[in-house]
Nanobody, 124 residues
Framework: QVQLVESGGGLVQAGDSLRLSCAAS????????MGWFRQAPGKEREFVET????????SYADSVKGRFTISRDNAKNTAYLQMNSLKAEDTAVYYC?????????????????WGQGTQVTVSS
């Protein structure tokens, strides 16, 4: 089992940066593929970015290309999402997710573990 807790959300202005953290408990973090998703009001949850077990491979949504970066520190059991040049349309609840299954995972139904979410609000 992997339990996930996000932190780092908040209210910022357009153009600002935020770094979200996802702290994991359990013994399998280094074996877990991690991902970030977000859900805006009235919209479906959407994929943001994912990172491989060792951190050497990432995949991201076109909407965050060049602005968001996922990373992980397996020694600290923590994944991160660095968000730069934030836009109003980035406003959403951000969730971290994990799966022990292999491959590149970009859909929410392929993740087994979820955090409670952290709110990010970007004012224009």
């Amino acid at each position: 089992q992997v339990q996930l807790v996000e932190s780092g959300g908040g209210l910022v202005q357009a153009g600002d940066s935020l770094r979200l953290s996802c702290a994991a408990s359990g013994d399998f973090f280094s074996s877990t593929i991690m991902g970030w998703f977000r859900q805006a009001p009235g919209k479906e949850r959407e994929f943001v970015e994912t990172i491989s077990r060792g951190g050497g491979s990432t995949s991201y949504a076109d909407s965050v290309k060049g602005r968001f970066t996922i990373s992980r520190d397996n020694a600290k059991n923590t994944a991160y999402l660095q968000m730069n040049s934030l836009k109003a349309e980035d406003t959403a609840v951000y969730y971290c997710a994990g799966t022990l299954r292999g491959g590149v995972r970009t859909t929410s139904e392929t993740y087994d573990y979820w955090g409670q979410g952290t709110q990010v609000t970007v004012s224009s």
